[in-house]
T-cell receptor
Framework: DSGVTQTPKHLITATGQRVTLRCSPR?????VYWYQQSLDQGLQFLIQ???????AKGNILERFSAQQFPDLHSELNLSSLELGDSALYFC???????????FGQGTRLTVV | SQQGEEDPQALSIQEGENATMNCSYK?????LQWYRQNSGRGLVHLIL?????REKHSGRLRVTLDTSKKSSSLLITASRAADTASYFC?????????????FGKGTKLTVNP
């Protein structure tokens, strides 16, 4: 158990819908990262927060948004979903930026 | 875009053999990390090597870093079937600007019993 909790574990939704993925980082970790992993692909960096502030943005679509709350949990919002958004979405956290990151088990999103 | 690129994309070996995976990256880094992922699971951190280090060991793992060539290698000695997984390198940026922790596409290692 990495100490990072992601909910839900599985999500099936229809095209055009909006979903929210939630991440609770390890206690004491200030950095939160979000990644997308499509089938047999590497991890695409989406966005990074540090202590509530956005610190880096990757290949995140305009339909996607995220935030980190004062209690340091984070949410990734995906809207106007398309079939191609089906993927594993991982959250990770670390004590400080870009050091050893601990990953949650991911949310498997299926858009039908 | 991907910062790190692993090579080979796939590797199949027999139990007991050594496995070597390589990672090349594009920009200066503060550190380079290696992670392991069992199919469909979260990534697990294996080892971190700083830009001023050239080699690091952890159990059966040996990591080297050549900053002049912008490359790193991960050696797993005396492999076991349980080492079957995908292995990723991850890099950060050395100076201000981008603070992304970026992963490569990974090497899929299969260790046959």
């Amino acid at each position: 158990d990495s100490g990072v909790t992601q909910t839900p574990k599985h999500l099936i939704t229809a095209t055009g819908q909006r979903v929210t993925l939630r991440c609770s980082p390890r206690s004491g970790d200030l950095s939160v990262y979000w990644y997308q992993q499509s089938l047999d692909q590497g991890l695409q960096f989406l966005i990074q927060y540090y202590n509530g502030e956005e610190r880096a943005k990757g290949n995140i679509l305009e339909r996607f948004s995220a935030q980190q709350f004062p209690d340091l949990h984070s949410e990734l919002n995906l809207s106007s979903l398309e079939l191609g958004d089906s993927a594993l979405y991982f959250c990770a956290s670390s004590v400080v930026r870009n050091t050893e990151a601990f990953f949650g088990q991911g949310t498997r999103l299926t858009v039908v | 875009s991907q910062q790190g690129e692993e090579d080979p994309q796939a590797l199949s070996i027999q139990e007991g053999e050594n496995a070597t995976m390589n990672c090349s990256y594009k920009t200066s880094i503060n550190n380079l990390q290696w992670y392991r992922q069992n199919s469909g699971r979260g990534l697990v951190h294996l080892i971190l090597i700083r830009s001023n280090e050239r080699e690091k060991h952890s159990g059966r793992l040996r990591v080297t870093l050549d900053t002049s060539k912008k490359s790193s290698s991960l050696l797993i000695t005396a492999s076991r079937a349980a080492d079957t997984a995908s292995y990723f390198c991850a890099t950060d940026a050395a100076q201000g600007g981008s603070e992304k922790l970026v992963f490569g596409k990974g090497t899929k290692l299969t260790v046959n019993p």
